[in-house]
C-alpha cells in the first residue's frame, strides 16, 4: 500500500512544481509587458525620484511607471531595455520547462553590457537628452565616461 502512495505524492509534487513554474512565467512576461510600457510612454514632465513635477503623471501606468522609468533611464539610460529580452528568455525557459541553470551570469554579463553601451553613449553625448534624467548614458554611463577621461588624463 505505501508503494503505491509513493508514485502518486511524486506525480502531485511535479505537477506543483510545474505550475509554479507556470505561474512565475506569467509574472514575468506580465512584468515585461509593463516595464516596456513604462519606459516606452516615459515623460521627463512626470512626478518622480528626480523631478518634482506636479498633477497626474502622463505614463501609461500612472505615477508607479514614472518612477519605474525615471529610476530605469536614471541609472543606465535607454540601453536598460536590453534587460527586456533576457527577461522573455527567462519566461519562455520557464514556459518550456528548461533548466534556468547560469542566469545569474546571464544577468551579470547582460547588465555589464549594458554599463558599456551606456558609457559608449556618454561619450557620444555628455549633456541631457530628449527629457532624460541623466543624459543617453544615465549615471552609470556618465560615471564611466568620467573614469575613463580621467584616466586618458594620465597619457602623455
Given at each position: 500500500?505505501?508503494?503505491?502512495?509513493?508514485?502518486?505524492?511524486?506525480?502531485?509534487?511535479?505537477?506543483?512544481?510545474?505550475?509554479?513554474?507556470?505561474?512565475?512565467?506569467?509574472?514575468?512576461?506580465?512584468?515585461?509587458?509593463?516595464?516596456?510600457?513604462?519606459?516606452?510612454t516615459h515623460d521627463g514632465n512626470d512626478p518622480s525620484l528626480s523631478t518634482a513635477a506636479g498633477g497626474p503623471a502622463?505614463?501609461?501606468?500612472?505615477?508607479?511607471?514614472?518612477?519605474?522609468?525615471?529610476?530605469?533611464?536614471?541609472?543606465?539610460g535607454p540601453p536598460v531595455a536590453l534587460l527586456l529580452p533576457l527577461?522573455?528568455?527567462?519566461?519562455?525557459?520557464?514556459?518550456?520547462?528548461?533548466?534556468?541553470?547560469?542566469?545569474?551570469?546571464?544577468?551579470?554579463?547582460?547588465?555589464?553590457?549594458?554599463?558599456?553601451?551606456?558609457?559608449?553613449?556618454?561619450?557620444?553625448?555628455?549633456?541631457?537628452?530628449?527629457?532624460?534624467?541623466?543624459?543617453?548614458?544615465?549615471?552609470?554611463?556618465?560615471?564611466?565616461?568620467?573614469?575613463?577621461?580621467?584616466?586618458?588624463?594620465?597619457?602623455?
Open positions: 500500500m505505501a508503494s503505491q502512495a509513493q508514485p502518486w505524492r511524486q506525480a502531485v509534487k511535479r505537477g506543483a512544481m510545474r505550475s509554479s513554474a507556470m505561474v512565475g512565467a506569467i509574472f514575468l512576461l506580465l512584468a515585461i509587458v509593463l516595464v516596456a510600457i513604462a519606459l516606452a502622463a505614463n501609461v501606468l500612472g505615477t508607479p511607471g514614472a518612477y519605474l522609468s525615471d529610476l530605469s533611464y536614471f541609472l543606465f527577461m522573455l528568455v527567462a519566461a519562455t525557459r520557464l514556459w518550456r520547462d528548461v533548466a534556468m541553470t547560469g542566469w545569474g551570469q546571464r544577468l551579470t554579463g547582460t547588465l555589464f553590457g549594458i554599463a558599456l553601451i551606456s558609457v559608449a553613449l556618454s561619450l557620444f553625448k555628455w549633456d541631457t537628452f530628449g527629457g532624460l534624467p541623466a543624459g543617453l548614458g544615465g549615471v552609470v554611463g556618465l560615471s564611466g565616461a568620467g573614469v575613463l577621461g580621467w584616466l586618458v588624463g594620465f597619457i602623455p
